[in-house]
């Protein structure tokens, strides 16, 4: 049983619009919650961390958090052509961190 | 966050050979990690290198096939045993910094094995 999902997609936005990128998770215990974002060919890159409940913003990201419905999602306004890349879910516990498969967006000019 | 290099880059290794990836971090850390991701897939965590003990394998992962050192705060080496095309993939070595529960990543080594 997978401990985090992700719509593995591709996920594709025309450049200018709001990407929405999902992830759930299955452990109650989880604490932490993390978005990385992976070029092709490039290592993760942290991009988003959240710990409570509702939204967070930086920039052009917002990442919401619902616990009760072990959910956590990454919106990515006003998306750019280089926002193209995998989108890497992370869940953390007290005890280890748990990465979900990634989803693909790509974003059309 | 911490910065961190591993060496080599890239690597085209003969079947049946080992190969030494080594991670470097500019700042002390406690824990350090090793993950594979093979094409198009996520991260799969292979151990975690504590200094001054055992690594901790996940399941499906062997010391004997992947043995690891950690012999201070801001160095590990994990090596690929034994190698065959299966093997094949790109290896992350990963830190966790202290006072933060998050993860960072070392740009990564890949492998094709011949």
């Known amino acids: 049983q997978k401990e985090v999902e992700q719509n593995s997609g591709p996920l594709s936005v025309p450049e200018g619009a709001i990407a929405s990128l999902n992830c759930t998770y299955s452990?109650?215990?989880?604490?932490?919650f993390f978005w990385y974002r992976q070029y092709s060919g490039k290592s993760p890159e942290l991009i988003m961390s959240i710990y409570s409940n509702g939204d967070k913003e930086d920039g052009r990201f917002t990442a919401q958090l619902n616990k009760a419905s072990q959910y956590v999602s990454l919106l990515i306004r006003d998306s750019q052509p280089s926002d193209s890349a995998t989108y890497l879910c992370?869940?953390?516990?007290?005890?280890?961190?748990?990465f979900g498969a990634g989803t693909r967006l790509t974003v059309k000019p | 966050s911490a910065v961190i290099s591993q060496k080599p880059s890239r690597d085209i290794c003969q079947r049946g050979t080992s190969l030494t990836i080594q991670c470097q971090v500019d700042?002390?850390?406690?824990?350090m990690f090793w993950y594979r991701q093979q094409p198009g897939q996520s991260l799969t965590l292979i151990a975690t290198a504590n200094q001054g003990s055992e690594a901790t394998y996940e399941s499906g992962f062997v010391i004997d096939k992947f043995p690891i050192s950690r012999p201070n705060l801001t160095f590990s080496t994990l090596t690929v045993s034994n190698m065959s095309p299966e093997d094949s993939s790109i290896y992350l070595c990963s830190v966790e910094t202290p006072g933060r529960d998050t993860q960072y990543f070392g740009p990564g080594t890949r492998l094709t094995v011949l």
């Open positions: 700042s002390q850390v406690t824990m």
């Open positions: 452990d109650r215990g989880s604490q932490s």
């Open positions: 992370a869940v953390a516990t007290d005890n280890d961190m748990r």
